[in-house]
């Protein structure tokens, strides 16, 4: 069964729809293994619509708001055409993310700093209409501080170096990663952002993260997806939340919290 924790799963399911458009037909059904998401404990769902439409097809995005009871986290690149889409679809919340068609997946952060002319009036749009806006960026200062800069309400912190190097075992870049992560996660949420982190994570780099005491939520897709393929979807989940709740259950709010519950019932 699922494990609660402090820190919210958001599940990608842009890979079930890679696997669907291999063959050119309508299955896997990316809004079933939402659905099946959903029942075992995710918290909420997210989908790139990209502009090639390379896996999530826009009918999959009017399904998935239409159909699943749970908050549709739309990742977009920052055209007018992804915007227009959003302001139509009104998911619970967009992630801007960069987007170049040569690439195989998302190759780093969004240069909020260099880009905050173009993206401002974006953010606006999206937020005065009542969407919660995320920025997916490198943990760097002048990112973070440009998102504050714009409105955005939440940031989400770019982990793939880290990944890499972790699963290189490279100790020493995988340390200085990580630490990076830690300082630029404290910035963000004393800069009144929420915080949250995806891309590359497995069961061991997301409890790794979920023991920052700042981040909020985690957003996960290839390695669960992958790892349905031999132990079903709900199960790969599953094991996921119990990662993510070993990581969160030594962050040090927690233990405050634990602690101060046990002295109140001495």
């Known amino acids: 069964m699922p494990v609660k924790s402090p820190v919210r799963l958001g599940l990608n399911i842009d890979h079930v729809a890679t696997l669907r458009n291999a063959r050119g ?16 404990g995710v918290d909420g769902i997210t989908a790139h619509l990209r502009e090639d439409r390379r896996h999530i097809r826009d009918e999959d995005i009017r399904r998935i708001k239409a159909e699943i009871a749970a908050p549709l986290n739309l990742e977009m690149a920052a055209t007018e055409e992804m915007t227009g889409i959003a302001l139509v679809t009104k ?45 997916f960026i490198d943990p760097e200062p002048r990112q973070i501080e440009a998102a504050a800069r714009m409105g955005a ?27 990076r992560l830690a ?17 590359g994570l497995d069961f061991e780099t997301a409890k790794h993260l979920a023991a920052f005491p700042e981040i909020r939520e985690l957003n996960i897709g290839h390695v669960i997806i992958g790892e349905a393929i031999f132990i079903g979807l709900s199960e790969a989940i599953w094991r ?9 259950s030594k962050r040090p709010d927690d233990n405050a919290s634990a602690q101060q519950q046990q002295q109140q019932q001495q």
Do not use: F, N
């Open 183 to 199: 300082k630029a996660a404290t910035l963000a949420a004393s800069a009144g952002l929420e915080v949250h982190a995806g891309h």
């Open 25 to 40: 037909g309508a299955r896997p059904d990316p809004i079933e293994a939402a659905r099946v998401a959903v029942k075992a």
């Open 153 to 179: 309400p939440v940031v989400e912190l770019h982990t793939g170096q880290y990944c890499e190097a972790w699963l290189a075992r490279d100790e020493a870049t995988a340390r200085a990663e990580l630490d």
């Open 91 to 135: 998911p619970h919340a967009c992630c801007i993310v960069p987007e170049r068609r040569e690439e195989l997946t998302t190759e780093g952060g969004l240069d909020a700093a260099g880009g905050e002319d173009h993206l401002l009036p974006i953010v606006k749009r999206l937020v005065d209409d009542g969407i919660r806006v995320s920025l």
């Open 240 to 248: 996921m939340r119990a990662a993510i709740a070993k990581g969160a």
